[in-house]
DNA sequence: AACATTCCCAACCGCCTCCAA
DNA sequence: CTTGGAGGCGGTTGGGAATGT
């Protein structure tokens, strides 16, 4: 890549960045990252930024913890696939292998201090929950039926991503676990000052945006550029000599730009 | 209340695969 | 056929939040 790795931002992203990131994958498409990282101006490699999108900010995504049918079927795969993250993750709609992974990174590790405390000789007090089962726990009869009742588990997250709207409130940056959090946290963020455009509120714009305005994902590659229909004067140029010079000067777009283009 | 430990998860790194030139 | 670039994948890490002492 002639990308400069010196200038490539690393680390949390800010709201602003998931807005951009948003908004361009929205228009080409979530195949061309490389592309969509040059020409988004955003200072990240394609890695990243598919990294960002396809854990975080894909709208298809679940949020949440797993459901206990979920967790099941995870141990379930990964007996018959061991760590084939990403084919396991094909099998639970809204979920990612990284998810996956990091669920299954915690449950071995809860596994072997279970194991440990046992051979240790002192009684654990969570033994009564299924986090003590192992990959034997596939065939636990009560896996199925019986939710987790770790003290640890978040109540609210438990639902394993029906509270959707409300997580999406709380995934304007890193980390959320309430949309409290997610205000204050976000509010820590000093590119991002011009509002708090919610991710929800993105996607609702964009579908917007879908159905009357915009001609989504065309191939940057045969395309000259695309029609955009909403407040052109938000472009002040487009210049495509080549991939590397593609690009939209006036981006980043405020949120209030972005939102007024699309309301007009 | 303060400190320590554990949990959780976003994001990075490096390797692998695929495919166009 | 070879090669280089881009995307995909699995492993790992870092840091904030939650919980324990």
Known sequence: MGQDDEMMRKGPWTEHEDFQL???VHMFGDRRWDFIANVSGLKRTGKSCRLRW???????????????NEERLVLELHSKFGNRWSKIARRLPG??????????????????QEKKRQS???PSPSLSHCSSCSSVCNSHPIMGSMPL?????RNFYDTGGVEMLTVMKGKNSSKKKNSEKATSKVSNFKEGQEGHYSMEEIWKDLDLLDEDTITPVFDPYTEIAPSLTWDNSL???WTMGSQEEFSIDSFPLTSQQFSSGLTD
Do not use: C, M, Q
């Open 120 to 122: 240790s000789g002192s």
């Open 149 to 153: 009742i770790d003290k640890k588990e």
């Open 235 to 237: 472009i002040t140029s």
């Open 22 to 24: 948003v908004f361009y």
């Open 54 to 68: 396809v854990n975080y900010l894909n709208p298809d995504l679940k949020r949440g913890k797993l459901t206990p």
């Open 95 to 112: 979920r990612t292998d990284n998810e996956i992974k990091n669920y299954w990174r915690t449950h071995t590790r809860k596994e072997a």
